[in-house]
């Protein structure tokens, strides 16, 4: 892991103008949030086939399913509370139901927004929306997973739901890495635990893992980038392999990644999981690091489960 | 006015095939696909340039039922144009049948959009009409929304993004049959006076008797001449038209007859 730190959003917009130069199929959506979502890097470029929808979520989502229905293959972006939430049905009608060809990227997930408060800390984002049949479920950890995950959804027929977060976060991955959808990336072989890990808290597992290894206490790391499909074997790989399971997500404890992870193991492998992340409540205003603090999702909360 | 005889025989049996469809399922809305089916018998048969033998014809006119409940309207009108066969009607709502409750534009050739869940249509014809100016297209995008309908938001969003991107390439039809599941829509939730609001949305806007051929086939001309901004045609119409015992009553909004009242019903639609 990098000291350099760059939010996922940041790499999102980059990303989307790559693509948008290689790819003239694609058109990019905004509600009157191009600047914090970085969809404003796509529109300078690409003006003709940039839509601003106005603060209209609802529309945009179901405009997005008709224009997909032409071979345009859409983009869309708003907050994470937005999409998922204002725009749900639309997302399962328009959308998920005709399985459309329609990429949700949604910015500004969990509670590390900040200081917004809990008006616009989604937490349940990823609850929604694995639930909907036809709907694959992305949440990036750093800059190169994201510029990774926005050209490799485009190969994608069908909806795919790209979960991004506002607050920096620090650079894990070489550029070299390769990825696959629905395939969990294992740091570390430390059998003493594994701490399955989504989005900007990858880098507080990683930075526990580094800090129990000087005190004795080998674990690894999985960082869960696809939340639907699960990665399964690796969830039971791991529960063979290690002594202890933990995850960890900037989300509701309920319906995110610890329960996408406990379903598999009830099923295929029984073992005990420990759950770390939004505890079934709103979160509040703050500095995106104070909250993180607060809501117990650092890397010293992962550490104090070993040294009890 | 040999066409309009023509289509009013069509429109008939159009109608008789609704009928048919939620008789056979024992469910469906007979009374909002009745009122409906003049303005599809045209729209089928005289306006949309499309081929019911390549429904994924891309420079094809669309078509969107917003209200996706009146599907008996739009299967029987299909089924009609050669799409599929009209026997197959009667399996309208069946586990084995592709004729949904609402309609599947994966399952049923000729249906440009799902539709079911109110008021998201628009946005969606909206999409096809920009995606239209976007590849240079000829293409027009029809959508059809209830009176009722138009209470929902997001209606009002699509309108404003109709008129921001000029899409003249766009023709709504609002089927003012002036009831809905509670009530009328006076009562219930006024969507009056439509005609101000779309115009004031930056629509031209047509007012018309949604049961004369002759008035919808000349809308939907005059609708082709507009540019620079997209068409609203008001078609004043009567829920359940063309069976007297359904005329007006809310109650057969989403009821199927029974069998006296199917035999009734077929009889006075021969």
């Known amino acids: 892991m990098k000291e350099e730190k760059k939010a996922t959003r940041q790499s999102y917009g980059e990303t ?184 900007i808290v990858v880098q507080e597992a990683i930075k526990a893992k580094e800090e129990l290894k000087n005190k004795g206490i080998d674990i690894r790391v999985i960082d869960v980038h696809t939340i639907k499909p699960i990665d399964e074997e690796m969830i039971i790989k791991c529960a063979k392999e290690t002594k202890r399971l933990i995850s960890i997500e900037d989300h509701n404890i309920i319906g995110g990644l610890g329960s996408a992870i406990s379903e598999v193991l009830v099923e295929k492998y029984p073992a005990k999981l420990e759950r770390m992340g939004i505890k079934d409540c709103f979160g509040k205003s703050g500095k995106s690091e104070e909250l993180m603090k607060y809501f117990k999702i650092t890397s010293q909360d992962i550490i104090s489960k070993f040294l009890r | 006015m040999e066409n309009i005889e023509k289509l009013s025989e069509i429109a008939k049996s159009i109608r008789r095939g609704i009928i048919e469809e939620v008789y056979n399922a024992m469910s469906g809305h007979p009374g909002g696909s009745l009122s409906i089916a003049d303005i599809l018998t045209v729209l089928y048969f005289n306006e949309l340039n499309i081929d019911p033998k390549n429904p994924t014809w891309e420079d094809r006119d669309r078509f969107v039922l917003s209200k996706g409940h009146c599907s008996p309207a739009l299967y029987s009108t299909l089924a009609h144009r050669g799409y599929f066969d009209i026997e197959y009607l009667k399996t309208f709502r069946n586990i084995n049948s592709n004729l949904q409750g609402h309609p599947d534009m994966n399952k049923v050739p000729g249906v440009d959009m799902t539709t079911g869940s109110l008021g998201q249509g628009l946005s969606c014809a909206n999409g096809m009409a920009i995606a239209g100016k976007l590849n240079n297209k000829k293409y027009r995008v029809y959508c059809l929304l209830g009176d009722g309908e138009i209470e929902e938001g997001q209606v009002w969003e699509a309108a404003m993004a109709a008129n921001k991107y000029k899409l003249d390439n766009l023709c709504v039809i609002i089927d003012n049959n002036n009831l809905q599941i509670d009530g009328k829509i006076e009562e219930v939730m006024s969507s009056y006076p439509i005609d101000e609001k779309f115009k004031s949305f930056g629509f031209e806007v047509i007012t018309i008797d949604g049961h004369n051929l002759k008035e919808i086939i000349e809308a939907f001309e005059k609708a082709r001449q507009i540019k620079g901004k997209p068409t609203c045609i008001i078609a004043k119409t009567i829920k359940g038209k063309g069976v007297s015992f359904m005329e007006n009553q809310v109650g057969w909004h989403g009821k199927a007859p029974n069998e006296e009242q199917y035999k009734l019903a077929i009889k006075e639609l021969n």
């Not at chain 1, 058109?27 to 929808?53: Q, S």
């Not at chain 1, 529309?59 to 907050?79: D, E, L, R």
């Not at chain 1, 616009?120 to 694959?136: A, W």
Request: net charge negative; glycine share 8%; charged share 25%.
């Open chain 1, 16 to 199: 989307l103008v790559k693509l948008g130069k290689e790819n003239k199929d694609i058109v990019v959506f905004d509600a009157d949030l191009a600047g914090a979502t970085k969809t404003e890097m796509f529109a300078k470029e690409f003006p003709d086939r940039f839509f601003d929808m106005g603060i209209a979520e609802q529309n945009m989502m179901s405009t997005a399913a008709g224009m997909s229905t032409c071979g345009k293959i859409p983009y869309v972006s708003t907050f994470a509370v937005f999409a998922a939430g204002r725009a749900y049905d639309q997302i399962r009608n328009s959308i998920c139901y005709p399985n459309l060809n329609v990429k949700i990227c949604a910015t500004h997930a969990g509670v590390t927004v900040g200081e917004d408060g809990a008006t616009h800390q989604m937490i349940e984002d990823l609850s929604l929306m694995r639930t909907l049949p036809n709907m694959k479920v992305i949440c990036t950890s750093d800059d190169i997973e994201t510029k990774w995950a926005v050209e490799e959804i485009y190969k994608i027929n069908g909806p795919v739901y790209l979960r991004l977060c506002r607050a920096k976060s620090n650079i894990i991955y070489d550029e070299s890495t390769k990825f696959e959808i629905g395939k969990a990336v294992q740091i570390g072989e430390g059998t003493d635990a594994t701490i399955f890990a989504t989005g």
